[in-house]
């Protein structure tokens, strides 16, 4: 079977803990994710190991996601990985993989709108997605 078309036993997804909106988008992804393949950790705390080798200079400007075993991606390949793990996404995901391009443009339109996107959510959300990410930090 394609390696595009393999689901990923497990995938930690690395997110930036200071980001409001980034957060709330870990906890939908989780939300999704029934089977508990995904495992959330902040960018923060995982530089100089898991993502040491993504570049510093890009590090914060996406989320990352690495499969057990694997190198850690970023931004639209990483979205294509949690994606493809979580069930009910799984076949966005597999398309996703067929246009990198699209989903990597994709991915950097609602980036490089945080500030705004994170507006939109009420801080009760946040503060809501913020504990149900760390709960499922500690499970």
Known sequence: MPRCCTRPSAVTVYYDAG??????????LLRLDRARRVSPATIQDHLD??????????VMESFHARAAGAAPVSAGAALT???STIGL????????ATMPGVT???YFWVADRRGRWAKLIHESCKQRARDYV???TGS
């Open 19 to 28: 980001c409001g909106f980034c957060v709330w988008s870990v906890a939908l």
């Open 49 to 58: 190991r898991d993502l040491a080798s993504v570049p510093a200079e890009r």
């Open 81 to 83: 990985v949690v994606l």
């Open 89 to 96: 996404s799984r076949p966005i995901g597999l398309m996703s």
């Open 104 to 106: 990597d443009r994709m």
């Open 134 to 136: 760390t709960a499922r």
